[in-house]
């Protein structure tokens, strides 16, 4: 069966400050996309990042980048300069081949961001 | 932008009381999605639908079915409400396709309680 696992519950940064949260996915599958979400408080789940399985190279977005690791089946998310809106719970999510568009997420990191 | 649309944001009913969640989304999705969300587990696939009048079951379908009638509405069901269905509760689009890197866009969520 395809997982996914975030093995961090909690984490918390000094704002300013650089942060990982990490994120492990089991697949026999080559070709798949992932995800990074992100769900404030009371607010509404976003994309963060994405990251296609056949590009070599890591995806970026601003102060947000992904480690990818596709034999390790690892994919971690970078967030540089953290900042007090950063703070939420992060979700990073699987989503296999196929066009029903399903994905697989992990349990969630809660990240806090301290000033 | 996508704007997907739950009917309430916040919902107590009561043991054995047949309850409706409504979701609508404004950008012609064919996949749309119920998931829901507990501490500690992230979030779980309960129904998807890719066209109208079509569902697939998700990871945890039990206790629950879902309704779409027209291509831009996804409804929810509590059969027979349980305190164990006592939750936040999810709806999601996306588009369809083979290759699609496509994510899926949430709503704010429904925390439904059942008492």
């Known amino acids: 069966a395809q997982t996914v696992t975030q093995s961090q519950p909690e984490m918390s940064v000094q704002e300013a400050e650089t942060v990982t949260l990490s994120c492990t996915y089991d697949?026999?599958?080559?070709?798949?996309?992932l995800f990074w979400y992100k769900q404030p408080p009371s607010r509404q789940m976003i994309l963060v990042i994405r990251?296609?399985?056949?590009?070599?190279q890591n995806a970026t977005e601003n102060r947000f980048s992904v480690n990818f690791q596709k034999a390790a089946k690892s994919f971690s998310l970078k967030i540089s300069d953290s900042q007090l809106g950063d703070a939420a719970m992060y979700f990073c999510?699987?989503?296999?081949?196929?066009?029903?568009?399903?994905?697989?997420f992990g349990q969630g990191t809660t990240l806090q961001v301290k000033p | 932008d996508v704007k997907v649309t739950q009917s309430s944001r916040y919902l107590v009913k009561r043991t054995g009381e047949k309850v409706f969640l409504e979701c609508v989304q404004d950008?012609?999705?064919?996949?749309m999605f119920w998931y829901r969300q507990d501490p500690g587990l992230g979030l779980r696939l309960i129904y998807f639908?890719?066209?109208?009048?079509?569902?697939e079951k998700g990871d945890i379908p039990e206790g629950y079915s879902v309704s779409r009638e027209k291509k831009e509405r996804f409804s929810l069901i509590l059969e027979s409400a349980s305190t164990n269905q006592t939750s936040m509760y999810l709806c999601?689009?996306?588009?369809?396709?083979?290759?699609?890197?496509?994510?899926?866009?949430f709503g704010d969520g429904t925390r439904l309680s059942i008492l």
């Open positions: 999510a699987y989503k296999p081949p196929g066009n029903t568009g399903k994905l697989i």
């Open positions: 697949t026999s599958e080559s070709d798949y996309y």
């Open positions: 639908s890719y066209d109208v009048k079509m569902k």
């Open positions: 990251q296609e399985a056949y590009k070599q």
């Open positions: 950008m012609d999705h064919e996949n």
């Open positions: 999601a689009s996306s588009l369809r396709g083979e290759a699609s890197n496509q994510p899926q866009h």
